[in-house]
T-cell receptor, first 113, second 114 residues
Framework: DTAVSQTPKYLVTQMGNDKSIKCEQN?????MYWYKQDSKKFLKIMFS???????INETVPNRFSPKSPDKAHLNLHINSLELGDSAVYFC????????????FGEGSRLTVL | AQSVTQLGSHVSVSEGALVLLRCNYS??????LFWYVQYPNQGLQLLLK??????LVKGINGFEAEFKKSETSFHLTKPSAHMSDAAEYFC????????????FGAGTRLFVKA
């Protein structure tokens, strides 16, 4: 049973389109995150939700809209895709009563043509 | 504000040689420190972490790291490299407030030569 699962694993789309990535965790954690990894492997936090409440929003364009329907799910919707959005997007989760260890999904590779 | 600097974007060692990956951090509060490993086309997984207590921490696959507050360092070592250690390694720091905002270093790619 995968602890943090993301779908889809690959997306290829045209500029201007809209796409969504879904994430689910079965670890019982109360905090979930979206990270963006660029082509140079640099990891940047985008959003964090704690018990469905947005607690971190790191200067991400408002074309990116996260949604957390419950604490086990965190989705990412991206409008009007641009070339620079091409990256690997990682979902992660942690427990705030723990030591901050992050559990990552396998990533969703987005390619914008 | 917190930050992490990993010295060397690429490190190459021979199989059986010592692995040393360097990490320095900056934090205004006592940090939590982590090393994560990323194999090709996979997510990150935790190698080891420092929270409190013993400053030498041991992780999976024979890796260990030492927290040195005076040097603000958390270098990762392994006495003898194995081919399967070839991967991207990330040092990370987080504060201890709710939400655990974790900041990652730029990563170090480890190459292991036969």
């Amino acid at each position: 049973d995968t602890a943090v699962s993301q779908t889809p694993k690959y997306l290829v789309t045209q500029m201007g389109n809209d796409k969504s990535i879904k994430c689910e965790q079965n670890l019982g954690h109360d905090t979930m995150y979206w990270y963006k990894q660029d082509s140079k492997k640099f990891l940047k936090i985008m959003f964090s939700y704690n018990n469905k409440e947005l607690i971190i929003n790191e200067t991400v364009p408002n074309r990116f809209s996260p949604k957390s329907p419950d604490k086990a799910h965190l989705n990412l919707h991206i409008n009007s895709l641009e070339l620079g959005d091409s990256a690997v997007y990682f979902c992660a989760s942690s427990q705030t009563s723990g030591t901050g260890e992050l559990f990552f999904g396998e990533g969703s590779r987005l390619t914008v043509l | 504000a917190q930050s992490v600097t990993q010295l060397g974007s690429h490190v190459s060692v021979s199989e059986g040689a010592l692995v040393l990956l360097r990490c320095n951090y900056s934090s205004s509060v006592p940090p939590y420190l982590f090393w994560y490993v990323q194999y090709p086309n996979q997510g990150l997984q935790l190698l080891l972490k420092y929270t409190t207590g013993a400053t030498l921490v041991k992780g999976i696959n024979g890796f260990e790291a030492e927290f040195k507050k005076s040097e603000t360092s958390f270098h990762l070592t392994k006495p003898s490299a194995h081919m399967s250690d070839a991967a991207e390694y990330f040092c990370a720091v987080s504060d201890r407030t709710g939400g655990f905002k974790t900041i990652f270093g730029a990563g170090t790619r480890l190459f292991v030569k036969a």
